[in-house]
Structures are given as structure tokens and as C-alpha cells.
């Protein structure tokens, strides 16, 4: 009989459980249209499809028409490179090389390491 007392109580509990949830999904069903829920996942699909062609782009994945386009590009960036180098000046005058290696100098020699202090 005790026992029975106990299940009862459970299963009231249960019961009010069930009657929060109930009212809980009835406020979130009026705070909430199938218009906005249907909005939120397009946005959510648009989203994945977006990174997955991020993915695939920094995976190599190209395909051939993302290939002549990324070709495209870069031949209008070299383009675009090659009118912003500036001219070479041609007067200038640079000195000349000289044929003969420096000598070293005796002192260099004869100089002991010297400890340095901090």
C-alpha cells in the first residue's frame, strides 16, 4: 500500500511535469510562426552552403569554372601590378666594384676578446 502511495505521488508529479512542458511549448508556439522558424533555417542552410564552398575552396576543391576564375583574377592582379611598378632611372651612376678583397688589419689580429659587463 505504500507503495502504491509512492507511485501515485510520482505519477503526479510526472503530471504536473507533462502540464509546465505543455504550457511552456503553448508560450513558445506564440512567441514563434512557421514564417520566422522557415526564415531561420534558410538563413541557417544558406549559411552551411556558404562555409562548405569555403571548405572546399581552402581544400583545393576547385572546379573548373572556380579554376578560370581564381585564373582570371590573378592574371587582372598581375596586370594590375605590372602598371603600379615605377621606372628604373637609367642616369644613375653607380660606383665601381673593387677588384681587390680588403686586408685585414693588424689589430684585429692582436686584439684579445674583451669580457663585456652588464
Known amino acids: ?9 510520482i505519477e503526479t508529479k510526472v503530471i504536473d511535469g507533462l502540464k509546465i512542458g505543455n504550457s511552456a511549448l503553448k508560450m513558445l508556439h ?6 520566422e522558424i522557415e526564415k531561420v533555417m534558410d538563413e541557417t542552410r544558406e549559411g552551411l552552403e556558404k562555409q562548405k564552398e569555403l571548405d572546399d575552396l581552402l581544400m583545393g576543391q576547385l ?15 598581375a596586370a ?10 637609367q ?20 686584439r684579445e676578446p674583451v669580457a663585456l659587463e652588464a
Do not use: C, G
Not at 572546379?63 to 592582379?77: F, G, I
Not at 642616369?91 to 692582436?110: A, F, Y
Open 1 to 9: 500500500m505504500v507503495h502504491d502511495i509512492e507511485f501515485a505521488q
Open 30 to 35: 506564440n512567441v514563434l510562426s512557421i514564417d
Open 63 to 77: 572546379t573548373d569554372e572556380d579554376e578560370s576564375q581564381v585564373e582570371a583574377e590573378l592574371d587582372a592582379l
Open 80 to 89: 594590375q601590378q605590372v602598371e603600379e611598378v615605377p621606372e628604373v632611372p
Open 91 to 110: 642616369d644613375v651612376l653607380l660606383p665601381d666594384v673593387p677588384e681587390d678583397l680588403p686586408e685585414k688589419s693588424k689589430e684585429r689580429k692582436d
